[in-house]
């Protein structure tokens, strides 16, 4: 049988309980608009009595005890497509560069100086004597490799700069994975605090998880301790309990470019999604490709114009030399790499342009016309120059496209799982409104009764006294 | 679902992000002229114009080429006009010298008026134009005909030399002067000689050679106006070409003004309505407003 007195400390957690939900609501409504706030919620329970008679019922709370909404599982889904996010965002802030080169509004572009460079022997096939048109031959000749070149370094460029974004997004890892590392061991201390300390020092570390996940394809996991592990897919340990394990970052021997390592190992290509991946991926496939078809193209017209040149004369009577400076491939051979950004014209001397056809005095123009046909069939390509630049202007493009609908996609969908997470984590302002007259009038019930305890022990310290 | 004002303002922003790419590529559309603001808006037509402008380049090179060589066939055709009537006036002396009346003296006056006639087919065969001796064949940095006496002779070549003027299509823009003038100048030659000797079957023999000798004079005045007349159609054919051709680019490149002018209009309304929902949607009372 409960005692007035014990009424009064029934009031008093009664009073202690709504004060703690009025406390929650207030952090809810500060935080209504913080990014990754988990909503928290007063639960209470009710006192079962214990020492009393179990067939009195007897009003009070035991225990108030903060719960955070927390959705780990939407929480997970959204670091992974995170993940894809950075990925494609690094991409397609290297490719937007690339395909500026290509856009060619200038006209200055590889595709002009390829055809000033053949129409210029066309000219000369009008008047094969004419110094002018020599010379005009060779200033043509000049501009393409060139504009060889000068594609070339900008390509180059934007690799390097893809290199340095690798070490920079390494750094960043590390400096995030030894944040989640401390993060550890300070929601180790807190667990299990009633305070909604322990829920702000998840979100925390949720936000860290999400930044990594940008950067890195990773998948983590809590044990029962509260602290997270995290690894990359392919299982290079990033955070383990209060430790965190860092990427080491080393120049390739063989590319120059830097190797992503863990304990001296080379882990680059297990890289798999977000920014780090999304750079590795342009660095070292995407940009190397189109190096590729500009090495291709060039070494075809180095090969195929200085066999067209050397069948035919001079204007002094000799057997045209080369034109471009043979390309050597580097060894082991197979590779033309570098060809577009070493090609040069071997001549300087107009009169050594081969127009005339074997043997043809200075007006024949007969490998002037040879020469300028190249560019609508280059054997070693086996198609027109056009038709291989045109390829590769498609291949950037598309490239590009790729890069911009795949963030697109990654974007909604974040989008979307954010905004399922909060229908279930986020404060809305309606519901705490509601919970603070809720606690208001109990917190003034709770005042009411205890208002009335103290009527009741005045009345028989009255009856007592009287 | 619950809603929330985060994820209100997260889908706002959002769509305000896109609204305002899309206007930018509108305005860019409008502002250059050109449909494609990016490469990757359409790689395909970015390919397209890299073949369309290579075509262009070439059809400007055609129309080059096709000026050079109407300008050289022109000047041979009536270069080599000029050399038929004089070779007429030739044998019209010749004929004058065969007939019975005329005197040595009128023989020795007529061979220095052939003489004179001759020079000037020389001239002719010698033409330059543009610092090329144009009937030279290749060698057409000097003067293709050599006179020592009376006797005329050939130092060039006979290499023909083409240019291309459209696709598989070649013309020939000289003629070699060998055949042409050569068989001329060995007839003028026998007259000359027959004429100095007063030998009046031998003059007249020479104006027989004269008229065989002109065949290769006719059939380079047919070649040559064989060649003019495929120059001038294909001018005609390169200026439709290059028309259809701009018209593809533009089709391919340009921006439809009218079109991008109403997507502008439509972005800027859709603009305007996203930002009105927003400012409600950020004023937007809650519960709070109406307690106190």
Redesign the interface.
Known sequence: MPTILSGLDIALRALNAQQLGLEITQRNVAN??T?GYTKLRVSFEPATGSGMDSSQAVAGIEAATVDSFRNSFVEYNISQELQGQGEQQAAFDA??QV??L????S?QGL??A???FF?SF??L??????PALRQQVLLKAGGLTREFGRLYDRLQRVQLQQNQIVYDTAEEINSIASKIARMNTDIFSVQGSQTGDESAALDDRQRLLDHLSELVDISYFEDSSGTVTVETKQGALLVAGAQSKALEIAPSPQTGFYDVMQDGVDITSTIQSGKLAGALKVRDTTIPAYLKSLDDMAAALITDVNLQHASGSDLNGDQGGDFFTPFVQPPPGGSNAGAARSISVAITDPNKIAA??PG???????NA?LL??IKDDLPSLGE?A??F???L??????D??SA?DGLQTQ?NLV?QL???R???S?????EE??N??KYQKAYQASARFVTVLDTLIDDILRILGG | ???????T???LL?SLDTLNEKLDTVSQQIS?G?R?V???????A??????L??EA??L??YK??AD??TFYLQVADSVLNSVQNLVTSIQTKGSAATSGTASASDCASLAEEVRSLRDQVLSLANSEV???YIF??????SAPFVIEGDDVTYI??D?I????VDDGL?VQ??IPGSSVFSPIFDAIESMLSAMDAGDHAGIGDAVAQMSSSLGGLNLARGQVGAELGKLENVSLELDTEAVNLRAQQSRVEDANAAEAATRLSQLQTALKTTLAVGQSILQQH???DF?G
């Open positions: 209504a608009s990014p490719l937007q395909e500026a290509f856009t060619d509004k006209g595709q002009s390829l055809s000033d129409n066309s000219s096939s009008n008047a094969p004597e004419d005339a056809g043809g005095g200075p007006g024949s123009n007969s016309l300028a046909a027109s056009d038709q630049y045109a390829k202007v498609f291949q950037v493009g598309s590009s496209k911009d974007k989008q954010q905004n399922q909060d229908s279930f986020g404060v809305s302002l309606d409104a509601v603070i007259i | 679902m619950r809603v929330t004002p985060t994820a303002c997260r889908d959002a250059t050109k494609m990016h490469l990757r808006d359409s790689p395909a970015g390919a397209e114009s890299v073949h402008a290579g380049a070439e400007d090179q080059t080429n050079s060589g543009r610092g090329r030279a064949g290749s060698q057409i940095t060039g070549d290499e030399n083409k240019i291309s070649q823009q000289n809650n519960l709070f307690l």
